[in-house]
């Protein structure tokens, strides 16, 4: 299941998602928006993204890592717009028999999210905005391509 | 041809999308950004930070010698920084 | 925070304490009582465990992950007692700056509590008791000594 | 010296706990596996099997070359099937 929405990310219902099936292991990534960055205090972030595209590639994720890492389950929702400090930005969810698969699709799944999913963050200080800049370490560690 | 701006390339130019009718001339990405600088001061900076600049044709990340043709949807924006 | 519990464990509750602190990411791991064995349906399981050592084997665990993988939080609950499959076993929950860290003291600390927490697995079937057998892939998997 | 079994050990033995008194030669864990097998067939039944067997010694794991005191409390199980 993937969603790309606009509202806070109800963590609690997600996880209940995942556990419905009686599997052996469930494994999930929250990404939280930070209060600060290097110049201080951020009053908001915004996330921009390209809607057309968006679903399209979160869901090309999906279907690789569901069926390379054998998940019952997967669920990704990934948040835009305002976004304030300590407010969930993306949840990553796997079910799978084996504990290993559900760590490594989950965590595959997030570094996927972070250099192949059209999202563009803005952070939003008191009197400064910020285009934040992709991490060359995010794009190092990629090293399946699918 | 659908022009698609995100991001600080979007701030500059003051427009989030814009259609296009290069000459026939231009035939892949790398000719439609070299034209698209062209366009005005504003596009001139925008097209000539074009190393920052990610790409795509109809919803498909390319690269800048992908071919393009008239009804496309093509996307400007730098690389992703979501999740 | 570490537990051992008979109770089943309220992972949203969990969740949200892990989320309290304005931290980068959360990763969590949960463990699920399997419908299954080799030889067919279980009724439950049962877990046995030392009570004078579990605690403190769990801390163990606790403390060297959280200084290795600099976490901003940590939580640990472990189950005893008789689990219906589908019920929540183990919640490991992480937060720190950075996902790499979360991930890896996540998965780290999942790996010892399987190996180094003094925890007793029976699987209960309608006329047969079997005492689980610990998997050598797991004690293989240990490789950091503490 | 307080003796504790669990899972199938204290199955097989019919009890989670025992107090011994074993005599001076027994030194350390592997003598008193030897020692405590003698003392009925249930439990040479358990200590045969002590390739599988694990021990802790005052709630640390130790191996079998452990010393041990008289005022100890030593643990016999397999190995951990948690988490």
């Known amino acids: 299941m993937i969603k790309v929405q606009k509202q806070r990310i109800n963590v609690s219902e997600q996880n209940r998602n995942l556990l419905k099936k009686r599997i052996g292991a469930v494994v999930n990534f929250i990404g939280v928006a930070r209060p600060l960055n290097n110049s201080g205090k951020i009053k908001y972030i915004e996330i921009e993204h390209y809607p ?3 679903e399209k590639k979160i869901k090309e994720i999906e279907v690789f890592a569901s069926k390379k890492w054998k998940l019952n389950h997967c669920i990704i ?3 835009y717009g305002k976004i304030k400090p300590g407010e969930n930005i993306v949840y990553v969810g ?4 084996h504990r290993n698969n559900a760590f490594k ?3 595959f799944i997030i570094d996927y999210l972070k250099v192949k999913a059209p999202f563009w963050k803005i952070e939003q200080q008191n009197n400064k905005k910020t285009y934040v800049k992709s991490k060359k370490k995010d794009e190092k560690k990629i090293k399946v391509n699918y | 041809m659908k022009i698609v701006y995100f991001s600080w390339l979007k701030e500059i130019l003051g427009i989030s999308e814009e259609n296009v009718r290069p000459p026939k001339n231009i035939k892949n990405i790398k000719d439609l950004i070299k034209w698209l600088g062209t366009k005005s001061i504003k596009h001139r900076k925008v097209f000539l930070k074009s190393k920052n600049i990610r790409c795509s044709v109809n919803h498909q990340i390319v690269d800048k010698n992908n071919k393009i043709k008239n009804n496309d949807e093509i ?3 730098p690389p992703f920084t979501g999740g």
Chains 1, 3 share one sequence.
Do not use: P
């Open chain 1, 52 to 54: 057309k595209m968006t």
């Open chain 1, 77 to 79: 929702i990934h948040r």
């Open chain 1, 94 to 97: 796997t079910a799978a028999q």
């Open chain 1, 105 to 107: 699709a989950c965590e």
């Open chain 2, 75 to 77: 996307a400007f924006f």
